[in-house]
């Protein structure tokens, strides 16, 4: 009966740690998981838009913050209630969103001072 208990205990602590039992880097070392098809083929997924392209979360609205790739209605929401920022790591540095989905947002946003 101790055995088990010890491997239950063994098996609990690795599944919090997140251990696989895998390599976890890629060939050019990198630490990161391959999510899509297209990661395994060697294409670029999110492709980064031009700057006239990017929403500026200054001035945007709820519905034009909406189309951000990877954007909720409750994270723009946040966004327009808390401005204004000097920078789009604001959004970051002052708990707006997580760093999830600030990781997802960041290429498609910028944080204008002035009113263009």
């Known amino acids: 009966m101790r055995r088990r208990s010890q491997a239950l205990l063994l098996a609990a ?3 919090c740690s997140g251990w696989t039992g895998l390599p976890a880097a890629n060939a050019a070392g990198a630490t990161r998981g391959v ?7 060697g294409r ?3 492709s980064v838009p031009t700057p ?9 609205t709820v519905d034009e913050l909406l189309k951000v790739p ?9 966004i327009v209630r808390f401005r204004p920022y000097r920078s789009k790591q604001d959004l970051l540095d002052r708990g707006i969103v ?13 944080a204008h001072r002035t009113k263009q």
């Open 44 to 46: 670029r997924v999110n």
């Open 70 to 78: 990877g954007m909720t209605r409750i994270w723009a929401a946040r």
């Open 13 to 15: 602590a690795v599944a």
């Open 52 to 60: 006239d392209a990017r929403v500026d979360i200054n001035h945007a």
């Open 98 to 110: 997580t760093s999830a989905v600030y990781d997802r947002i960041r290429d498609c946003i910028i």
């Open 35 to 41: 999510n899509s098809a297209e990661e395994l083929s």
